[in-house]
């Protein structure tokens, strides 16, 4: 039986990455449909030991395709979605173009596969920021039920694209040789620096990745009066986003056994023995498929909190592998999660 996978955005960091996961995991497809932009169409994709070339996006590039895998950003999304689910392809979209949209699930296998359930042909992949969260809060909250939620990202520059990774090496070299480099992906230098603000700034003070964080993370875990408060900031790291939280619960929470159910949570690892220099960074964190849970402690200014550290590469569970994990929980029976 044929089964036929598009990758819309495929000459992307996210894009690229889906390609190796797919081919990583052995995915079960028959063909593999690569489109891009006019600009970057013609390029060569090696993929089980042959180059597939990139293919300008076209309504009739997705006849026959079963699964569509998109990360072209929101305006692709929106453009390109109802032609593959007119040739009737599944669309599961990395972009957070439908996200909140009512009937849309939005799913991290590990969290609530049974979103899926009549999903309409039309899938959300979470933010990378959000999917790495919610696989440590989702255990937690079945142990202690979750009241409160405050959480500081760190986020790489590969979360805003090639161009930024390019931006760091080149500020990186400026400062080196003792030149100037003025930014033109971020409104400051991001080399040897932090900035505070992710994401278009929004009324009241936000930025619209803090309320992805809020928005995205109600609808997964099926709470939508959590409080939870978001400060997201851009770190000088290449890969791997990571996140510092702190955690209320509403009943008193024990920190070893915290330890004990997260390390029996899918697609959580813990690291966690201080005194060894063992917890999550974001530099071991690169290239796994692993959302890495370390820091677990009490609170010290609150009875039932819980604070601890989370690293997880944002291409891959973030991105690229979670959407594959949902294209192959639709292919196995109900309840059947695929490991990370």
């Not at 007119?86 to 979103?115: K, M, Y």
Request: charged share 25%.
């Amino acid at each position: 039986m044929t089964h036929r996978v598009a990758i819309l955005g495929a000459t992307g960091a996210v894009g690229g990455t889906m390609v190796r996961v797919l081919e990583e995991r052995a995915y079960p497809l028959t063909d593999l449909v690569l489109l891009s932009t006019q600009r970057s169409a013609g390029r060569r994709i090696a993929f089980r030991g042959r180059e597939i070339e990139v293919r300008e996006a076209a309504p009739d590039a997705f006849a026959g395709v079963d699964v569509a895998l998109f990360s072209a950003g929101a305006g692709a999304s929106r453009e390109w979605a109802p032609h593959a689910r007119a040739h009737g392809a599944t669309v599961i979209d990395n972009s957070q173009a439908f996200r909140l949209d009512d009937g849309v699930p939005l799913v991290v296998p590990e969290v609530n596969p049974a979103a899926l359930v009549d999903h309409g042909g039309l899938i959300a992949n979470p933010n990378c920021s959000t999917i790495q969260l919610v696989l440590a809060l989702a255990p937690l909250h079945r142990a202690w039920g979750l009241e409160r939620v405050v959480v500081a990202t760190y986020q790489s520059v590969s979360g805003t694209g090639a161009e930024a990774l390019e931006e760091l090496d080149a500020e990186i070299a400026a400062d080196r040789d003792g030149t100037t480099y003025t930014p033109r992906v971020y409104a400051h230098p991001v080399a040897y620096n932090v900035i505070p603000h992710v994401d278009d700034a929004l009324d009241g003070g936000s930025c619209r990745e803090e309320m992805k964080l809020v928005w995205e993370s109600r609808k997964i875990l099926g709470l939508p009066e959590l409080r939870l408060a978001a400060t997201t900031v851009r770190v000088p790291v290449r890969v791997a986003h990571s996140e510092a939280v702190a955690i209320e619960f509403a009943r008193r929470p024990d920190p070893d056994e915290a330890r004990r159910i997260l390390a029996s949570a899918p697609g959580v690892a813990v690291v966690d023995d201080p005194s060894l220099h063992a917890y999550p960074t974001p530099l071991a964190a690169a290239g796994r498929d692993e959302a890495f849970v370390g820091r677990i402690r009490r609170d010290p200014s609150h009875e039932k909190g819980l604070l601890l550290f989370i690293a997880c590469d944002n291409l891959r569970k973030g991105a690229a592998l979670n959407a594959v994990q949902i294209a192959e929980t639709l292919r196995r029976p109900a309840g059947v999660v695929p490991a990370s």
